[in-house]
């Protein structure tokens, strides 16, 4: 994953310094080379790491005297022949994709973000005009940050290149803190451009940004306003366009410096796309090697509580898959040699801040190391699924149908007469109470609690990720805005691994089609979700991966392995209780606590992953003030 930041000063000539103190902190990440340019107020940088293999080509960032501007890139454009045709440029595999994305630049100018097509993010300065202009792509694992000042301009696709300018003064952003400890208001600190560093801002996906005169300005170019739906008399005919357009995008993320590899569970997203990478790879004579996370103590956990509503051990489907596709070399990790408190801590080094799912931190370490270890540059994955592919649909917003009530009375009577009346007038009730069991079991500190009176804002209204929707496509529009923290994570770990992480589901085409499908598509007339994923993978995946009724459970044997290895929260809980200023943000007297007593019972694994969030949180804290 390469890096692209710079800086631009007002009056000031650039500073050398300033730049290679952000790439200081990068400076020991995997790459290939690193190249800047200073020109007058103007200083970019860019740490390539070959993603492609036309990346050996590139000769940024660049000074062109001709427009008088700087520009910078990195990212994969898939969409090279369309462009070279446009530009009118002769394809050449000597012409890097960056290459392309300037030439653009000079044609589009501000309206590039529409021309291009993959992951990627730019940024180009104006001498003459004073005018600074960064994009980025919609959903592609790619980030930029920003910080301003009266003096200067800086950005990176890294967020350790702000922290570490010299004259920066690390602040929390502590409302920003809470939100993400205790999922009060989330959704809308997620949905922001917000990180946890105050004055520290990250691009969302399909924006752009502009500084002229010394006003910054963010605006969204994608996904655009009023889409209209696609109507056909038969459901295979979005089925068909949909598997185009997947076939389409995964052969498109193949094209890599290094070998491609896959995540695999047995879901439905890295499912279909390991089965159709490996079905495109066959064509080249190649194999894919897929890498998948099953649990350590699979005999223990045939006596947990939840074995009987969820599927606590994929080991199973994920084989089943393997010999569906025949081309597919698999690797089960079991994580053994790895903890989950020190995939964690990895994670929070990696990424500068903590996550909600912090317990599954250990698995993923395990697999980008074992992706890089192996020789694999690109590693493909399925996360945005839920939001496209293998989206569920929105039951209750199905239109009536007298077939379907006499076919399906029972269904029906549920999903579209009672479900509905649950929606309107006791879904928010449910919804604040759950989230306000979850606020008071968190570890906040009690100061913190009053300061926001978070617990009365929650009784006041619902503060979560949860509602209703009048339209589906609000639900749609609900998981792009949110989508773009998984990207930024993606972005961090690449970086810090060594490795491409790429989505085909997250395709723009795709996902551009993808908002266009009507709500019934994704049902079948007995009220079967996720139908499309389905219709398009029959024949291929095998009917106990597409129509498994339990959901997987991430990190089941979670409980099993912190038990093993919880003398390093015990470690680090003690460290923790020797730092007075934390007590301000952290209830340290309640881990202290909650250590000794979830252990005796294997019931708590809700507890015990709030708990290692909240560990991670408090040693992020620790580590970063």
């Not at 103190?21 to 790491?49: C, I, R, S």
């Not at 590039?112 to 993010?121: A, I, V």
């Not at 910054?216 to 185009?244: F, R, V």
């Not at 020797?578 to 809700?606: C, G, P």
Request: proline share 3%.
């Amino acid at each position: 994953m390469s890096s692209i930041f710079g800086i631009v000063n007002g009056d000031e000539k650039a500073d050398d310094n300033f730049l290679e103190a952000m790439y200081a902190p990068l400076q020991d990440f995997p790459h290939h080379k690193f190249d800047k340019k200073l020109v007058q107020e103007a200083a970019f940088g860019k740490m390539l790491n070959y993603g492609t293999p036309e990346d050996v080509y590139d000769a940024q960032p660049i000074y062109l005297s001709e427009p008088n501007i700087i520009f910078t890139a990195e990212g994969r454009i898939d969409n090279r022949e369309e462009l070279a045709k446009n530009l009118g440029l002769s394809m050449n595999d000597m012409r890097s994709d960056t290459f392309f994305m300037l030439q653009a630049y000079l044609k589009y100018g501000e309206e590039t973000q529409h021309k291009l097509k993959g992951d990627w993010s730019f940024a180009a300065y104006h001498f003459n005009t004073k005018e600074l202009f960064l994009a980025r792509d919609t959903m592609g694992y790619t980030a930029l940050y920003f910080y301003k000042t009266d003096r200067y301009f800086a950005f990176s696709s890294s967020i350790k290149s702000i922290l570490a300018l010299p004259d920066f003064k690390r602040e929390l952003n502590e409302p920003f803190f809470v939100s993400n400890l205790t999922l009060w208001k989330v959704d809308e600190k997620m949905m922001s451009d917000e990180t946890f560093f105050k004055n520290v801002f990250v691009l969302k996906g399909g924006y752009v940004l502009k500084i002229k005169d010394n006003e910054l300005k963010t605006t969204k170019y994608w996904p655009p306003e009023n889409i209209q739906e696609t109507h056909y008399k038969n459901k295979e005919d979005y089925t068909d366009q949909m598997s185009e357009l997947l076939y389409k995008s995964v052969n498109a993320r193949l094209r890599s410096y290094k070998p491609v590899a896959s995540m695999l569970s047995g879901g439905l997203d890295s499912s279909t796309v390991s089965y159709i990478a490996a079905e495109l790879l066959k064509q080249q004579n190649k194999r894919l090697t897929t890498f998948s996370h099953v649990p350590l103590f699979k005999k223990e956990l045939t006596n947990n509580a939840l074995v009987n509503a969820r599927v606590l051990d994929e080991t199973p489907f994920m084989e089943a898959i393997v010999n569906a596709s025949g081309n597919i070399d698999p690797f089960y990790l079991d994580s053994k040699d790895i903890s989950p408190w020190q995939g964690s801590i990895q994670c929070a080094d990696a990424i500068n801040g903590f996550i909600h799912g912090a317990s599954n931190t250990y698995w993923l370490t395990d697999i980008f190391k074992n992706a890089v270890q192996k020789g694999y540059g690109t590693l493909l994955t399925g996360e945005g699924g839920n939001g496209s592919t293998s989206f569920a649909g929105v039951d209750y917003l199905l239109p009536h149908s007298l077939k379907r009530f006499i076919k399906y009375p029972s269904a029906y009577i549920r999903r579209q007469v009672l479900k509905p009346m649950y929606v309107r007038f006791l879904k928010d009730y449910h919804d604040e109470r759950s989230l306000k069991t979850y606020v008071s079991n968190s570890y906040l500190s009690t100061e913190l609690f009053k300061k926001y009176s978070i617990l009365e804002d929650v009784q006041k209204k619902h503060s979560g990720l949860l509602r209703q929707f009048s339209h589906v496509s609000e639900n749609k529009n609900l998981f792009i805005s949110l989508y773009h923290m998984r990207s930024s994570l993606g972005a961090a770990f690449g970086a810090y691994y060594g490795i491409e992480m790429r989505d085909p589901i997250c395709d723009v085409d795709l996902l551009n089609y993808f908002l266009t499908i009507p709500n019934t598509v994704f049902f079948d007339d007995g009220f079967n979700n996720r139908m499309l994923v389905k219709r398009m993978m029959k024949n291929k995946l095998p009917d106990k991966v597409l129509f498994e009724k339990k959901k997987g459970l991430q990190s089941s044997d979670i409980f099993f392995r912190v038990e093993a290895a919880k003398e390093e929260l015990f470690d680090e809980a003690a460290i923790l209780a020797n730092i007075n200023w934390l007590k301000a943000y952290v209830d340290i007297d309640k881990i202290e606590k909650n250590l000794n007593t979830y252990f005796n019972d294997e019931k708590r694994q809700i507890e015990i992953q709030s708990l290692i969030k909240t560990m991670q949180a408090s040693t992020f804290l620790r580590k970063s003030f």
